[in-house]
């Protein structure tokens, strides 16, 4: 197949080392990015703006999420409340005048900064505990956001984002939005695979696997814990931020329920700790195949196939939701990524698939 | 102060029913090590199965009863079918598995029966109970006194064959099995009673708010009573929710008028938040000690 390994011959630890050391893969990544750059071409404005933009932004924050869970290992059950303050600060930060990219970082930092605190909890407890004490965080931060009338604007108030610019770019159009989308998930994307090549990420993962055999060969767990909450908060702040001003165009503490953080943490799990690939894979399942499914009983119903009161139409998207996560866990708990991690291994080999490899 | 009172009570008699809730939890993670997320959907699904058996036309104590047999069917089916594949992955796809459980009975509960509150009628008269000048809601009393029954009844049950038997597999999977006590048999057996704790809760919450979706919301208090008294403790769940209660009812009492609303869910993740940083195993839990 077009997947092959032979005839690859690395004979310099920078050519093995590379991102994408089969020539496959480069083509493969080099198409998808083609397309994605021509995604407003190809696709109506409708489906690019609702759903390839959001599918987008939620992989950006899957990403992050990932780091902290899959790489990391530190569990997290608060990361919804982390983009919101990513997304308030960016949008105060934006009213008060500062440029849109500023303003990213900005959020970021405020979200980076708040979300170490989170982290501090890590220090102390690990596992179930560590799930407990960030629900608690959650409630406490969405608390906070609608109670304070200068964060929210009001009790039940809705912020619209300001208009603004990226790069001299007026972020009017729906096509610039989707390309400040994309770049932002292509940036989150390169710095995740170099961090599961580096010194660092190999520190994290053994922080993961366990903190007192990692100290005991030399790495301070306190400080690579905090390091992992500092940069999956900051990434996920700035993609609230991105949420906000390219997706919602508004924000309001629904936008960023426990619910959502529960959304998170299953694109994460369905796709994959820990897996690149699989945050893509793991966003788009859950976003999209709700919506698809619910599609499916809606025109089954429509054609007079099933008799569904729209009572139980509006409560199956949440059904499916439950039986995705259930069925994810009980018949590939590596996720998404896995199964594409046996199909690409399937093909390098191809036709010889008792090599292992 | 018949105001602080009054705040005091009612706390403490909705704590004991929120220790109902934490109830299902201590007796799933005693023996199995498993945190029951789906705990406060199961009690909404409780709930249901109740107003339905009453819809049929049984009388209310009648429907209980049956419900408490199907409830303990349901915990021992979720067990056998889901939680029984996962043992030995990590924690949080345990966690995520009762999670999505809990997702799924949210979507089947509201969706076939319909999203509006169903009443369970306890046939308890609706005027308060008087002591002085303190107002106390009948169905609150009930409920109080219907938790103390229970928390006192399960400490008698870990008192007995059966219960000695779970407070081995609670202690190690591996030398229960070594000396003849069937693990699994256990570990579904504590979801049974943790189906049976839920019918106790769903009737009682139920008569109160009636049966919505929105019944397992009582998942975040139970959490907070389970992770004060200690997750795997008994007593930890009266003096927990207790706290819970009283701290719960008489804080936002005070504190709503100032700062607009909702200080109860505050008090509640505070409570969390202040136990796991300075005793994460809570006031009775028991610590447990790792090794590398």
Same mark, same amino acid.
Request: glycine share 10%; with cysteine.
């Given at each position: 197949?077009?997947?092959?390994?032979?005839?690859?011959?690395?004979?310099?630890?920078?050519?093995?080392?590379?991102?994408?050391?089969?020539?496959?893969?480069?083509?493969?990544?080099?198409?998808?990015?083609?397309?994605?750059?021509?995604?407003?071409?190809?696709?109506?404005?409708?489906?690019?703006?609702?759903?390839?933009?959001? =599918?987008?932004?939620?992989?950006?924050a899957a990403l992050s999420l990932t780091l902290l869970m899959g790489i990391a290992g530190q569990l997290h059950f608060g990361f919804a409340a982390v983009m919101a303050i990513g997304a308030y600060s960016g949008i105060h930060l934006v009213r008060a005048g500062l440029p849109f990219e500023l303003a990213l970082l900005g959020a970021g930092l405020v979200a980076a900064l708040i979300g170490t605190v989170f982290g501090a909890a890590a220090l102390r407890v690990k596992g179930l505990y560590l799930v407990m004490a960030t629900l608690a965080m959650q409630y406490l931060v969405d608390w906070v956001i609608i109670n304070v009338p200068v964060i929210s604007g009001g009790a039940q108030a809705t912020l619209q984002a300001p208009s603004t610019t990226f790069l001299f770019v007026p972020l009017a159009t729906g096509v610039a939005r989707y390309y400040v989308a994309l770049l932002w998930v292509l940036f989150v994307t390169l710095l995740l695979l170099n961090i599961k090549r580096s010194a660092v990420g190999r520190a994290l993962v053994a922080v993961r696997d366990k903190d007192y055999a990692a100290a005991v060969i030399g790495i301070h767990v306190v400080r690579f814990k905090l390091v992992a909450f500092f940069t999956s908060s900051?990434?996920?702040?700035?993609?609230?931020?991105?949420?906000?001003?390219?997706?919602?165009?508004?924000?309001?503490?629904?936008?960023?329920?426990?619910?959502?953080?529960?959304?998170?943490?299953?694109?994460?799990? !369905?796709?994959?700790?820990?897996?690149?690939?699989?945050?893509?894979?793991?966003?788009?399942?859950?976003?999209?195949?709700?919506? !698809?499914?619910?599609?499916? !009983?809606?025109?089954?119903?429509?054609?007079? =196939?099933?008799?569904?009161?729209?009572?139980?139409?509006?409560?199956?998207?949440?059904?499916?939701?439950? !039986?995705?996560?259930?069925?994810?866990?009980?018949?590939?708990?590596?996720?998404?990524?896995?199964?594409?991690?046996?199909?690409?291994?399937?093909?390098?080999? =191809?036709?010889?698939?008792?090599?292992?490899? | 102060?018949?105001?602080?009172?009054? #705040? +005091?009570?009612?706390?403490?008699?909705?704590?004991?029913?929120?220790?109902?809730?934490?109830?299902?939890?201590?007796?799933? @993670?005693?023996?199995?090590?498993?945190?029951?997320?789906?705990?406060?959907?199961?009690?909404?699904?409780?709930?249901?199965?109740?107003?339905?058996?009453?819809?049929?036309?049984?009388? *209310?104590?009648?429907?209980?009863?049956?419900?408490?047999? +199907?409830?303990?069917?349901?915990?021992?089916?979720?067990?056998?079918?889901?939680?029984?594949?996962?043992?030995?992955?990590?924690?949080?796809?345990?966690?995520?598995?009762?999670?999505?459980?809990?997702?799924?009975?949210?979507?089947?509960?509201?969706?076939?029966?319909?999203?509006?509150?169903?009443?369970?009628?306890?046939?308890?008269?609706?005027?308060?109970?008087?002591? $002085?000048?303190? /107002?106390?809601?009948?169905? @609150?009393?009930?409920? $109080?006194?219907?938790?103390?029954?229970?928390?006192?009844?399960?400490?008698?049950? /870990?008192?007995?064959?059966?219960?000695?038997?779970?407070?081995?597999?609670?202690?190690?999977?591996?030398?229960?099995?070594?000396?003849?006590?069937?693990?699994?048999?256990?570990?579904?057996?504590?979801?049974?009673?943790?189906?049976?704790?839920?019918?106790?809760?769903?009737?009682?919450?139920?008569?109160?708010?009636?049966?919505?979706?929105?019944?397992?919301?009582?998942?975040?208090?139970?959490?907070?009573?389970?992770? #004060?008294? $200690? #997750?795997?403790?008994?007593?930890? *769940?009266?003096?927990?929710?207790?706290?819970?209660?009283?701290?719960?009812?008489?804080?936002?009492?005070?504190?709503?008028?100032?700062?607009?609303?909702?200080?109860?869910? *505050?008090?509640?993740?505070?409570?969390?938040?202040?136990?796991?940083?300075?005793?994460? @195993? $809570?006031?009775?839990?028991?610590?447990?000690?790792?090794?590398?």
């Amino acid at each position: 197949m077009f997947y092959r390994l032979s005839g690859i011959r690395h004979t310099r630890y920078a050519a093995a080392r590379q991102l994408w050391p089969i020539p496959a893969d480069r083509w493969q990544v080099g198409v998808l990015l083609a397309l994605a750059c021509l995604a407003p071409v190809l696709f109506s404005p409708f489906y690019l703006l609702s759903y390839l933009l959001p =599918w987008l932004i939620f992989t950006a924050a899957a990403l992050s999420l990932t780091l902290l869970m899959g790489i990391a290992g530190q569990l997290h059950f608060g990361f919804a409340a982390v983009m919101a303050i990513g997304a308030y600060s960016g949008i105060h930060l934006v009213r008060a005048g500062l440029p849109f990219e500023l303003a990213l970082l900005g959020a970021g930092l405020v979200a980076a900064l708040i979300g170490t605190v989170f982290g501090a909890a890590a220090l102390r407890v690990k596992g179930l505990y560590l799930v407990m004490a960030t629900l608690a965080m959650q409630y406490l931060v969405d608390w906070v956001i609608i109670n304070v009338p200068v964060i929210s604007g009001g009790a039940q108030a809705t912020l619209q984002a300001p208009s603004t610019t990226f790069l001299f770019v007026p972020l009017a159009t729906g096509v610039a939005r989707y390309y400040v989308a994309l770049l932002w998930v292509l940036f989150v994307t390169l710095l995740l695979l170099n961090i599961k090549r580096s010194a660092v990420g190999r520190a994290l993962v053994a922080v993961r696997d366990k903190d007192y055999a990692a100290a005991v060969i030399g790495i301070h767990v306190v400080r690579f814990k905090l390091v992992a909450f500092f940069t999956s908060s900051f990434l996920g702040g700035v993609t609230g931020a991105v949420l906000a001003f390219c997706y919602y165009q508004a924000v309001t503490p629904e936008q960023f329920t426990f619910n959502v953080s529960v959304q998170l943490v299953a694109m994460v799990l !369905v796709g994959g700790l820990g897996s690149v690939i699989g945050a893509y894979l793991g966003a788009a399942f859950v976003l999209l195949v709700p919506i !698809v499914l619910t599609n499916l !009983v809606v025109l089954l119903n429509d054609l007079g =196939w099933l008799n569904a009161s729209t009572n139980l139409l509006s409560h199956i998207p949440l059904m499916i939701y439950g !039986v995705l996560i259930i069925g994810f866990l009980l018949l590939e708990p590596l996720g998404l990524g896995k199964i594409y991690d046996n199909i690409r291994k399937y093909l390098l080999v =191809w036709p010889f698939r008792h090599s292992d490899l | 102060m018949s105001y602080f009172i009054e #705040l +005091l009570v009612n706390g403490a008699l909705t704590g004991a029913m929120y220790g109902l809730a934490a109830l299902g939890f201590v007796l799933i @993670y005693k023996s199995s090590g498993v945190v029951n997320l789906a705990q406060g959907a199961m009690i909404m699904l409780a709930g249901y199965v109740i107003w339905m058996l009453v819809m049929v036309g049984l009388s *209310v104590w009648l429907a209980i009863a049956l419900g408490l047999v +199907l409830m303990f069917l349901f915990g021992l089916l979720a067990e056998r079918l889901l939680l029984r594949k996962m043992v030995g992955q990590p924690i949080i796809m345990i966690v995520m598995l009762t999670l999505g459980l809990e997702i799924f009975l949210r979507g089947v509960g509201p969706g076939f029966l319909g999203a509006s509150p169903k009443q369970i009628d306890l046939g308890v008269p609706l005027a308060p109970v008087i002591i $002085g000048d303190v /107002f106390i809601n009948r169905v @609150y009393l009930i409920g $109080g006194i219907v938790a103390l029954v229970l928390i006192a009844a399960s400490l008698l049950f /870990f008192r007995t064959r059966l219960g000695t038997k779970l407070r081995a597999v609670s202690d190690d999977h591996v030398s229960s099995w070594s000396v003849g006590i069937s693990v699994e048999r256990a570990i579904g057996i504590s979801w049974g009673l943790a189906g049976l704790s839920a019918i106790a809760a769903g009737a009682i919450w139920g008569s109160v708010q009636g049966v919505d979706w929105t019944l397992s919301e009582l998942l975040f208090p139970a959490i907070a009573v389970v992770i #004060l008294g $200690g #997750l795997d403790s008994v007593v930890g *769940v009266l003096v927990g929710s207790l706290i819970v209660g009283v701290l719960g009812s008489v804080i936002p009492g005070y504190l709503d008028e100032l700062a607009g609303g909702g200080t109860r869910d *505050v008090v509640t993740s505070l409570i969390i938040l202040v136990t796991i940083m300075i005793r994460p @195993y $809570g006031i009775f839990g028991r610590e447990d000690i790792e090794r590398v």
